[in-house]
């Protein structure tokens, strides 16, 4: 049992990269320097919001999975989807 304890941490010697190896690298450390923290902009209110306006390729594609999921016949499912397809 001991011998096989040995034999892995002897093994793990050479597998394993020791700490003196990367401390004596080429590798700068400066390269792994944190980024400094920006705080993020606060987004500007408007006081007159515009409606967000959906194009009808958009709407024809919302639809098609609740076509699918009450049943709608395939006819209507597949106008659905060549509206979807329209570029609009």
């Given at each position: 049992m001991t011998s096989k304890i040995l034999l892995c941490l002897t093994l793990s010697s050479?597998?394993?990269p020791s700490v003196e190896t990367h401390a004596n690298?080429?590798?700068s450390y400066a390269q792994f320097r944190?980024?400094?923290f920006k705080k993020p902009a606060s987004p500007k209110k408007s006081?007159?919001?515009s409606p967000i306006v959906y194009s009808q390729s958009a709407k024809a594609g919302n639809l098609?999975?609740?076509a699918i999921l009450l049943g709608m016949p395939a006819i209507v499912i597949l106008a659905l989807i060549f509206m979807s397809?329209?570029?609009d």
């Open positions: 050479f597998y394993c690298s080429s590798i944190p980024i400094p006081s007159n919001p098609v999975t609740p397809l329209k570029n």
